[in-house]
Structure formats: C-alpha cells, structure tokens
Nanobody, 124 residues
C-alpha cells in the first residue's frame, strides 16, 4: 500500500551536509509516523530520527547531537533529513520507514513500510 522512495544520498567530505528525501508516492494510507534508520556494513540497523504527520513531533537518536533535522511536507507526502556536520561514522545506507502508530518507537521491527535505502558516504 505505502511505497517509499528515498533520494539525496551521495559522497560528501567530513563536515559537509546532505539532505535526504523520502516520498510516499502512493499516499500515506493511514500511517502516522515517518522514521529514518541507517545501517553500516556489518552493523545492526539503527534509529536516526522520526516525525509524526499530524503535529510534527520529532524524536532523535542520541548520536545526532543536534546535527540533523527531520521535517515534513504533508502536501507532498514527503519527509526529509537534513544532515549537517557529517562525520565518517555517519557512512551508511539510510532507510525511510513508516508506521501506523504515533508513539515514540525506535525499533525497526515496529515499522511496517520501508524504502530501498540511499547510500551516504562521508570521506575522512
């Protein structure tokens, strides 16, 4: 039902910025929360940030440390992740996800819909 498409990944030098985009191209179909996760080679998928469609309530992982901003455009069914002050350890595949619940949730298994991911590579 919900199809998510990520874009905006690429190669950037440490200290640089990238903006990731996720579009629910066929509509949100009752989902209430959008999240960003990331997975580096050999590591578990980890939560980055989330936002609710209705009130725009945001939640961030501790490692973000004020560097990232998640925001949305409800008219476009789109959510974005603005990443600043990027570090080499931010290198990973970044995934967009959606769930029906509106409470805080950081576990990947709680999200029903996923995009294919976009690669972010930060050179040291």
């Amino acid at each position: 039902q919900v199809q998510l498409v990520e874009s905006g990944g690429g190669l950037v030098q440490a200290g640089g910025s990238l903006r990731l985009s996720c579009v629910a191209s066929t509509g949100t179909f009752g989902t209430n929360t959008m999240g960003w996760f990331r997975q580096a080679p050999g590591m578990e998928r980890e939560f980055v940030a989330s936002i609710t469609w209705s009130e725009g309530i945001t939640y961030y992982a501790d490692f973000v440390q004020g560097r990232f901003i998640i925001f949305r455009n409800n008219a476009l069914n789109a959510v974005y992740l603005q990443m600043n002050s990027l570090k080499s350890e931010d290198t990973a595949v970044y995934y967009c996800a959606a769930r029906h619940g509106s409470t805080r949730l950081i576990t990947p298994t709680g999200y029903e819909y996923w995009g294919q991911g976009t690669q972010v590579t930060v050179s040291s």
